[in-house]
């Protein structure tokens, strides 16, 4: 599993079909890419680190307060291109990519993890469908997480 995490004084995902838009103030917008072979453990270790991770300003100006300290919100937008693989010539190959009946429901996971366990404010985008992301990265502030990497 994959994820981008950035730090953002604001964020919104839109879809045309379906009609969806939502937004956050203050926050992270993660882009969520499920793997091949991904189950709950990565999930669950992707959701305990998104949470935890410390790339909020603390009273120094040091980066060491998380989201959940701060009273953040999170965007999530599920996005399997994450897992291209440009190794060999210019057009990504997808064969990473899990199945998206499996990643659907690990990207749920993701979302109910975050709002369930360590009651977060979440929006989320329609997964599987064209998406217009928009953002204002704060810092900028922009992170990878790998569950493979742990």
Request: glycine share 10%.
């Amino acid at each position: 599993m994959i994820a981008v995490v950035q730090r953002v004084s604001r964020a919104g995902v839109r879809t045309d079909e379906p009609p969806r838009a939502v937004s956050i103030d203050g926050g992270l917008l993660v882009l969520l890419g499920v793997e091949r072979g991904d189950a709950e453990s990565e999930a669950d270790w992707m959701v305990a680190k998104i949470a935890a991770l410390r790339i909020f300003r603390d009273d120094e100006a040091r980066m060491n307060r998380s989201v959940v300290d701060v009273g953040g919100s999170v965007l999530v937008v599920s996005q399997f291109t994450l897992v291209g693989d440009c190794a060999r010539g210019n057009r990504p190959s997808f064969a990473r990519a899990a199945d998206p009946v499996d990643a659907e429901r690990l990207y749920e996971h993701v979302i109910a993890g975050l709002r369930g366990t360590h009651g977060l404010p979440i929006e989320h985008g329609v997964f599987g469908a064209t998406m217009q992301v928009d953002l204002v990265n704060d810092g900028p502030v922009t992170i990878t997480l790998q569950s493979g990497q742990r």
